[in-house]
C-alpha cells in the first residue's frame, strides 16, 4: 500500500525531519511511505490568509496522487483511538485503497479541500504545530501497522 503524506511547510526543525525518518523507516516492504513537502505561500504585502491557502490548495490538489483515499488533519476532526485506526489500516489494505493524507500550514488549509476529504482526522483536541503533527502521524501509522502485526511496540 502507497501512503504519501502532502504537508505544507519546509525547512522544518530537524528533529522534526529526523522524527519523520525514523518512524518511516520502519514501515517495511508493505507500506511504501512517503512524505512530500508543500510550499507554503508567503503572507503580507497584499497576500491575506484565504489568498495563501487557496494558493497552497492548488498546489496540494496537484500533489494528489490519482486514486487516493483522501485523509485532511483538521482538530476538528473524528479522533481514532490507535485500536481503531490499525481496523481502518487493516479495512484499506484490504480494499486496496492507497492513502494521501494531508497537513495544512500556519493558517490551516481550505473549506474546499476538508469537503473534498473522505475523512478528517483529529490527533488531539488540542491545536499542533504543523510539524510535529507529521510526527504523530508517522508514529500512529507505524503503531497501526504494529498492532495489526501483533509487534511489542504496541503494549494495551
Ligand atoms: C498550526 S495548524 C493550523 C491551525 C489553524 N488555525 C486551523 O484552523 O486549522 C497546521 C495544521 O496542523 C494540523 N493540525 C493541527 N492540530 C491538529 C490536531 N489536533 N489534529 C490533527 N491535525 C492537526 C492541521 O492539518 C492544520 O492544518
Same mark, same amino acid.
Given at each position: 500500500?502507497?501512503?504519501?503524506?502532502?504537508?505544507?511547510?519546509?525547512?522544518?526543525? @530537524?528533529?522534526?525531519? *529526523? =522524527?519523520?525518518?525514523?518512524? !518511516? &523507516?520502519?514501515?517495511?516492504?508493505?507500506?511504501?511511505?512517503?512524505? &512530500?513537502?508543500?510550499?507554503?505561500?508567503?503572507? #503580507?504585502? #497584499?497576500?491575506?490568509?484565504?489568498?495563501?491557502? $487557496? %494558493?497552497?490548495?492548488?498546489?496540494?490538489?496537484? =500533489?494528489?496522487?490519482?486514486? !487516493?483515499?483522501?485523509?485532511?488533519?483538521?482538530?476538528? #476532526?473524528? $479522533?481514532?483511538?490507535?485500536?481503531?485506526? $490499525?481496523? !481502518?489500516?487493516? &479495512?484499506?489494505?484490504?480494499? #486496496?485503497?492507497?492513502?494521501?493524507?494531508?497537513?495544512?500550514? %500556519?493558517?490551516?488549509?481550505?473549506?474546499?479541500? &476538508?469537503?473534498?476529504?473522505?475523512?478528517?482526522?483529529?490527533?488531539? !483536541?488540542?491545536?499542533?504545530? *504543523?510539524?510535529?503533527?507529521?510526527?504523530?502521524?508517522?508514529?500512529?501509522? +507505524?503503531? %497501526? @501497522?504494529?498492532?495489526? *502485526?501483533? *509487534?511489542? +511496540?504496541?503494549?494495551?
Amino acid at each position: 500500500m502507497n501512503i504519501t503524506v502532502l504537508a505544507v511547510g519546509t525547512k522544518m526543525p @530537524q528533529w522534526v525531519d *529526523h =522524527a519523520v525518518r525514523d518512524y !518511516s &523507516k520502519r514501515f517495511g516492504r508493505e507500506i511504501q511511505f512517503q512524505l &512530500k513537502e508543500i510550499k507554503p505561500e508567503k503572507r #503580507g504585502a #497584499g497576500v491575506n490568509a484565504a489568498q495563501a491557502m $487557496a %494558493a497552497e490548495e492548488q498546489r496540494i490538489v496537484a =500533489a494528489i496522487p490519482a486514486h !487516493s483515499y483522501l485523509i485532511v488533519l483538521d482538530e476538528r #476532526g473524528k $479522533a481514532p483511538t490507535s485500536m481503531e485506526l $490499525a481496523d !481502518s489500516l487493516k &479495512k484499506w489494505q484490504q480494499q #486496496g485503497d492507497n492513502l494521501c493524507f494531508i497537513i495544512g500550514g %500556519a493558517d490551516g488549509m481550505t473549506t474546499n479541500l &476538508k469537503q473534498r476529504a473522505n475523512m478528517l482526522m483529529r490527533l488531539s !483536541s488540542l491545536t499542533l504545530p *504543523h510539524g510535529m503533527v507529521r510526527v504523530l502521524l508517522t508514529e500512529q501509522l +507505524y503503531r %497501526a @501497522q504494529s498492532i495489526l *502485526h501483533n *509487534h511489542p +511496540y504496541h503494549r494495551e
